[in-house]
């Protein structure tokens, strides 16, 4: 039911930030939970962050906490992710993900939708 398209990725240098945005559309009650999951090449989707959109943030992945801040602007349905001191090993695909349970949001692995991804490559 949520459809979810990111953006703001791209090419920066190793020290250097970016800010992705995921515009949210559908019922509000499909995308209680939110959160950002990076693909590295050769590797599955990792979870990075998770939030409740009532709530607030409920979970950071350890290799991003400190520099990963993610946010929401309920009034333009949108979410983000704010990464600060980026790192060469942060370069992958970049997906926003949505899910409607409304319990135990920062335990939520399996999200029902997804967006297109964005590339963020980070060089040295």
């Known amino acids: 039911q949520a459809l979810l398209t990111e953006s703001g990725g791209g090419s920066v240098q190793e020290g250097e930030s970016l800010r992705l945005s995921c515009v949210a559309s559908g019922p509000t009650s499909s995308r209680n939970c939110m959160g950002w999951f990076r693909r590295l090449p050769g590797q599955g989707r990792d979870r990075l962050a998770v939030?409740?959109?009532?709530?607030?943030?409920?979970y950071y992945a350890d290799s991003v906490k400190g520099r990963f801040t993610i946010s929401q602007d309920s009034a333009k349905n949108t979410i983000y992710l704010q990464m600060t001191n980026l790192k060469p090993e942060d370069t992958g695909i970049y997906y926003c993900a949505a899910d409607p349970t409304r319990e135990r949001c920062g335990r939520v692995t399996a999200f029902d939708y997804w967006g297109q991804g964005t590339q963020v490559t980070v060089s040295s």
């Open positions: 939030m409740s959109t009532t709530t607030g943030p409920t």
